[in-house]
């Protein structure tokens, strides 16, 4: 687990100094060593700039530092991630004489590129994110991991006389740094995005000229910084024939056994749900001991520490319990808020686990993300098809003539409030009027406030850029993946795609990354949702909400009384903590008209949202605030403005 970053443009001191700024400002993506590296010049004095921090896990010797260089053919690349099956590939490349000068997972990258070209990259299970610079055809191959595991930010130069062409990184802050960008301005696109899902849906970034690479993607630049091939996996309908639980089982434990590959300590993230324990459980099954984390709290109302003692005391895991006081969490929020690379209502949870992990001597750390995609854990996966049933019996009435009774009963029931309602119930009238629009319907469940809220919260030139949320380049790929599959299917990449490939995921690499942590999640894997994928639908989801096959599998030999509790996401007490500890740290943020009108926002809209939250005003949970919160925050701090 590394940070990468480059540049095609003029081999000149300026593009220089730009790379070294954003290598210094991927620092603590790697502080286990550091390498620059830059190609020949082209007759215009062009070429390719790298960077690599590195995080030592796997080769934890010289031979794996990078930036890395084939000797044989003279390419170069810069890898961050993990080539889980890298001693298949490795021992195929040694059999067909083709030596690999590391133990480790990059020089196997490295040669079979050399080997095999694109389709190599066909042969990787993992998480990845790379670029590779070839001298022969003086082209920049860069490619990520089909779920989007490891994040990758990518600037075009609009100048077409600049003295660069491209730009990259692992996060979006080291190409601020680069200053490459002049003064960044902000997207009114992902303004829209944060304010309707709390986080940023890609291709978009908080910052206008920059994209985030889409997952799956591998795209070929020449030296001049112009696309010459383009490829993107998709999250497709196969038929390769159905799938029995057996099979099911011998993928999910492989998975686990590969995942522990480290040279570097080890630990997994145990929380009191299914997924955590499966894991946790699995990696015991498979290694013979395991350490377990839990993040713990004061209050017992809230605190999973009791339930994952009981959970580590069954599986027999060396356990360590931290609790993560009121106190400290103000202490420290500055500093974990300076660490999120984009907007967003997630992701602290995610870095106080991860700083107690490195506390304790671990580098490497499981979690049990991944599992409600999966197997339908989400309240969606009931929810959704139950509403669009209903739908379909109403479908040859007027949509006006169904939705009109519901926000009758809407007004009445808001009385004279001055916000309306934005619950779950609230937002029926607008899901009338999606139809079957399953898109739709997904996005408007998960919307943090009603469309017209949405409309008084955000500037009046951004409150009608992204319809449903989405960027149509977004809504599009979904399309495309969903097409032919049963609702539940179509659920299930929906929830992969967004709530974890566009919120989960980046969140936990960059709150990971914050404190060096590399964070591994053996439920999202390609083998394994390709197989998944290919269960009866039966026996993959029912009963709905309780991933029966993953209990069958995942917690064999286990009490099954420990999981027989309401399922409750891992959380930080926001609510409590918001209204006691850092209630004036926000109320000056959302009170500050400056501050909320450089973020894109209107100041009355937010002073409507604060005052309403504070009052107990229905559906204004915790994480509607915070996300606004932390959105004017983030541009503050990062200085991006309209």
């Known amino acids: 687990m590394c940070g990468i970053a480059g540049i095609i443009?003029?081999?000149?001191?300026?593009?220089?100094?730009?790379?070294?700024?954003?290598?210094?400002?991927?620092r603590h993506r790697g502080p286990d060593g550091d390498?620059?590296?830059?190609?020949?010049?082209d007759d215009r004095g062009w070429g390719a700039l790298l960077a690599h921090r590195r995080l030592a896990v796997l080769d934890l010797s010289?031979?794996?530092?990078?930036?890395m260089t084939d000797p044989g053919t003279g390419r170069t690349i810069v890898f961050n991630g993990e080539i889980y099956n890298f001693i298949a590939l490795r021992d195929r490349l040694l059999a067909a004489g083709y030596p690999v000068s590391s133990s480790g997972d990059t020089a196997v990258l490295l040669r079979a590129l050399g080997v095999h070209g694109l389709d190599a990259v066909d042969s990787l299970r993992g998480m990845f994110a790379f670029a590779c610079w070839d001298p022969s055809r003086r082209t920049l191959l860069m490619g990520r991991d089909p779920l989007g595991i490891k994040p990758l930010y990518l600037a075009r130069n609009p100048d077409p006389d600049g003295d660069w062409s491209i730009a990259f990184a692992s996060e979006l802050r080291p190409l601020l740094a680069s200053r490459l960008l002049g003064k960044p301005r902000l997207s009114p696109e992902a303004v829209a995005s944060v304010v309707w899902n709390g986080f940023v849906v890609g291709p978009l970034t908080m910052v206008r000229g920059v994209e985030l690479f889409p997952a799956g993607s591998l795209v070929e630049f020449d030296g001049g910084g112009r696309e010459v091939f383009s490829r993107a996996a998709s999250l497709e309908v196969r038929d390769d024939g159905p799938l029995e639980e057996a099979e099911i089982e011998h993928v999910l434990e492989e998975t686990l056994r590969l995942h522990l590959a480290s040279d570097a300590p080890l630990a997994v993230f145990l929380s009191s749900g299914v997924d955590s324990s499966a894991v946790a459980n699995l990696a015991r099954r498979a290694n013979g001991g395991v350490h377990t984390f839990t993040l713990a709290f004061e209050s017992a109302e809230i605190s999973e520490g009791p339930a994952a003692r009981e959970i580590a005391e069954a599986i027999g895991s060396e356990h360590r319990e931290i609790v993560l006081s009121e106190r400290e969490f103000a202490e420290r929020l500055p500093t974990a808020l300076d660490g999120l690379d984009q907007p967003t209502f997630d992701g602290l949870n995610s870095y106080f686990m991860s700083r107690a992990i490195r506390d304790a001597g671990f580098k490497v750390v499981l979690a049990g993300t991944g599992g409600d995609e999966l197997f339908?854990?989400?309240?969606?996966?009931?929810?959704?098809?139950?509403?669009?049933?209903?739908?379909?019996?109403?479908?040859?009435?007027p949509k006006e003539l169904v939705a009109s009774p519901a926000e009758w009963a809407l007004r009445a029931k808001r009385g004279a409030a001055s916000i309306p309602p934005q619950t779950r119930w609230a937002k029926l009238p607008d899901m009338i009027r999606r139809g079957d629009d399953l898109i739709g319907l997904y996005q408007l469940a998960y919307s943090l406030f009603l469309p017209n809220f949405q409309r008084r919260l955000l500037d009046p030139a951004f409150a009608e850029l992204l319809p449903d949320g989405l960027p149509d380049a977004a809504r599009?790929?979904?399309?495309?993946?969903?097409h032919g599959r049963p609702t539940l299917g179509a659920i299930s990449v929906l929830e992969q795609r967004l709530f974890l490939g566009e919120r989960l995921l980046r969140d936990n690499d960059v709150a990971s990354m914050a404190v060096s942590v590399e964070q591994r999640l053996p439920l999202v894997d390609q083998l394994l949702f390709r197989s998944v994928d290919r269960l009866a639908s039966s026996t993959r989801y029912e009963p709905i909400g309780k991933k029966a096959i993953l209990r069958r599998i995942g917690l064999r030999g286990l009490p099954p009384e420990l999981f027989d509790r309401p399922k409750r996401g891992f959380v930080l007490p926001y609510d409590s903590w918001i209204r006691r500890g850092l209630r004036d740290t926000i109320d000056s943020t959302l009170r500050d008209p400056v501050a909320v009108e450089a973020a894109g926002l209107q100041p009355e809209g937010v002073r409507l949202l604060w005052e309403g939250y504070l009052a107990g005003a229905p559906g204004l949970y915790w994480s509607r605030v915070w996300a606004v919160f932390v959105l004017i925050r983030w541009c503050q701090a990062n200085g991006v403005v309209r």
Do not use: C
């Open 9 to 26: 443009g003029r081999l000149d001191d300026v593009n220089r100094a730009a790379l070294e700024r954003m290598h210094g400002a991927m």
């Open 35 to 41: 390498g620059t590296w830059e190609s020949s010049a």
């Open 62 to 67: 010289p031979a794996g530092a990078q930036p």
């Open 376 to 397: 339908g854990g989400y309240q969606s996966f009931r929810a959704l098809p139950a509403l669009k049933r209903w739908l379909g019996r109403s479908r040859l009435l």
């Open 476 to 482: 599009q790929r979904l399309l495309g993946e969903i």
